[in-house]
């Protein structure tokens, strides 16, 4: 099946710094990435949608110089938390979904970042 | 507008029991439909999946599902229920355009 990797699994880091987590699509081609936050047992907040090539298309009340999303090929897309603070403390899920109507979703494992 | 509602936010089954867990969808036309499972920590897995033709799709892991477009539902259900099927369960639908909308979730308690 549809494999997404997503890269670092679990980060901690100081308030002020810049996180990058990666989403790679193994076996396909992801024509769309998507973005979520989940907070403790909540549902999937969706934060943006990228397409291959062209920039990403953000929620409201996402702040895109906050969650900068670059998504390069049609295998790779990074979401950089720049200058983290505490609030920032999330789980952040990609995925990813190839080309076609109803095509479905393929997520990777989250990273769980804590800022301190 | 699309939605999705679960309206059980947690439900509580002994092992080997059965289960059905629900779900209703608003959309004009007939949607693209999905169930996923989150393990604590980890991201979602797809389960199963409708598109069109036969409402009753089978999925991993034992699962089922039953488009019913006079119900607009898409509940899910297992005969028998395994401890290890403890986890958040999400219903989506997608219209087959650029978005798919998640349900809040049903989490799953298995008791022994």
């Known amino acids: 099946g549809a494999v997404v990797s997503q890269h670092p699994s679990w980060v901690i880091c100081k308030s002020g710094t810049s996180v990058k987590i990666e989403c790679r699509s193994l076996d396909f081609q992801a024509t769309t990435m998507f973005w979520y936050r989940q907070f403790p047992k909540q549902s999937l907040m969706l934060m943006a949608t990228s397409n291959e090539g062209s920039k990403a298309t953000y929620e409201q009340g996402v702040e895109k110089d906050k969650f900068l999303i670059n998504h390069a090929s049609l295998t790779l897309s990074t979401l950089t938390v720049t200058s983290a603070h505490p609030e920032d403390s999330s789980f952040y899920i990609c995925?990813?979904?190839?080309?076609?109507?109803?095509?479905?979703?393929?997520f990777g494992d989250g990273t769980r970042l804590s800022i301190l | 507008a699309q939605s999705v509602t679960q309206p059980d936010i947690h439900i509580t089954v002994s092992e080997g029991a059965s289960l059905e867990l629900r779900c209703n969808y608003s959309y004009g036309a007939t949607p693209y439909l999905f169930w996923y499972v989150q393990s604590p920590g980890q991201g979602l897995q797809l389960l199963l999946k409708y598109f069109s033709g036969d409402t009753l799709v089978q999925g991993i892991k034992g699962f089922e599902a039953e488009f019913k477009r006079s119900q607009s539902s898409f509940n899910l259900r297992k005969p028998s229920v395994h401890w290890s099927d403890a986890a958040e369960y999400f219903c989506a639908v997608s219209t087959g355009g650029f978005k798919t909308i998640f349900g809040a979730g049903t989490r799953l308690f298995v008791k022994a």
């Open positions: 995925s990813a979904r190839g080309q076609g109507a109803g095509q479905p979703q393929h």
